[in-house]
């Protein structure tokens, strides 16, 4: 199973069903799928190879997640860039994952021009703005619409290496972690022990598209045939409006994002009545910040701890929650259980494993 194959499925069963929203922009399944098909053959004829490298450089928007979709099913690899570093920063990523192809969002164009030299590799700037004063770079919309909507043929195994993330949870440089097809689509398998969301059901992705989190999200809504509302960045108070007003079934924020939807004035006043399921995790969270947003967001509540190489690893689910707001505090400092396919031992300085307690 290629990660592309679910959107190829959902688009041939529910073509007009929605597939993301930001803002006044709606797409359906339908022009989803020939978006991609479109980025794919312009990537193949912009002479980027299997297995070879493309970058995204953006905040959050639905334009990214097609980007991944589109090198997926081209057999290159993604590799999400963070739009909150420096340029010196991106170029380091860029040359260590030797980008052929490098999509920026308008607002970042000058500052790659600052290091535009120093790359080694990049032989496509495309631009997914138009980009005012910026000369060399492509402008997304007039570049794709040159580009066919037909499937593309290309050979891609479940073992090609789908996306390249890079990771500071290391010493020295970020080091680029890669993620086959097969590992993302086996990622997705804990996710739905936990939303089981329905074909056209709504998703909040206010994570980093950039970071593992979002991703995983991104992609689970794609393979559930669901749609993903995406924000341009984490406002608070958009946030509490969409999970009152938006039909959002679920979300993936972090412990500082509950302390911010706390503050804002009108939260409490709203209802939710479309919320089940919201998954947190990156951080501890203390008992009074839980405490204060179960009873603002009326849900089930899921902490989850993971890496960028294998997606969710524990979960501290509904049950747990429950109980450490009741009687037993001391679950909050606990990491949960092991999520559907994984396996957890704890073992001591020399790798050999502890007795329980």
């Not at 989803?32 to 479109?38: G, L």
């Not at 010493?171 to 074909?199: E, F, N, R």
């Not at 203390?286 to 701890?305: A, G, W």
């Not at 294998?310 to 606990?334: C, I, M, N, Y």
Request: hydrophobic residues 45%; negative net charge.
């Amino acid at each position: 199973m290629r990660i592309y194959h679910f959107l190829d499925y959902w688009a041939r069963e529910q073509p007009d069903a929605e597939f993301a929203v930001q803002e006044s922009q709606r797409l359906t399944y339908a022009e989803a799928a020939a978006a991609v098909n479109r980025l794919a053959h312009g990537m193949v004829r912009g002479g980027v190879q299997v297995g070879e490298r493309i970058g995204i450089l953006a905040s959050n928007r639905p334009e990214s997640v097609l980007i991944m979709l589109a090198a997926a099913k081209a057999g290159v690899v993604a590799v999400p860039m963070d739009a909150r570093q420096t340029p010196n920063q991106w170029l380091y990523v860029l040359n260590d994952g030797a980008v052929k192809f490098l999509f920026c969002a308008g607002e970042f164009v000058h500052a790659v021009d600052e290091v535009r030299q120093s790359l080694d590799t990049v032989e496509h700037f495309v631009t997914l703005d138009d980009a005012d004063g910026a000369s060399g770079w492509e402008v997304f919309a007039d570049w794709l619409a040159e580009q066919p909507t037909t499937p593309i043929e290309r050979p891609v195994a479940d073992t090609d290496t789908l996306y390249q993330i890079y990771t500071s949870g290391t010493t020295g440089q970020p080091k680029g972690v890669t993620v086959s097809h097969a590992a993302k689509t086996a990622m997705l398998m804990p996710v739905d022990q936990i939303y089981h969301l329905q074909p056209g059901e709504r998703l909040l992705v206010v994570t980093p598209i950039f970071h593992m989190a979002a991703l995983l999200f991104s992609f689970y809504c794609v393979s559930r045939g669901g749609s993903t509302y995406i924000p341009r960045g984490f406002d608070p108070g958009e946030v509490v409006r969409a999970l009152s007003e938006e039909r959002i079934i679920g979300t993936w924020l972090a412990p500082a994002m509950f302390q911010a939807c706390l503050a804002v004035p009108d939260a409490a006043e709203r209802r939710y009545d479309s919320l089940r399921s919201i998954l947190y995790g990156g951080a501890a969270i203390s008992e009074d910040t839980l405490r204060r947003t179960t009873q603002l967001f009326p849900c089930e509540f899921f902490q989850v701890y993971g890496v960028t190489e294998a997606g969710v690893v524990t979960v501290l689910g509904p049950q747990e929650h429950r109980a450490a707001l009741t009687d037993k505090p001391a679950l909050l400092t606990s990491a949960g259980r092991p999520s559907l396919g994984a396996e957890i031992r704890i073992v001591d300085e020399e790798g050999d494993p502890v007795p329980t307690g």
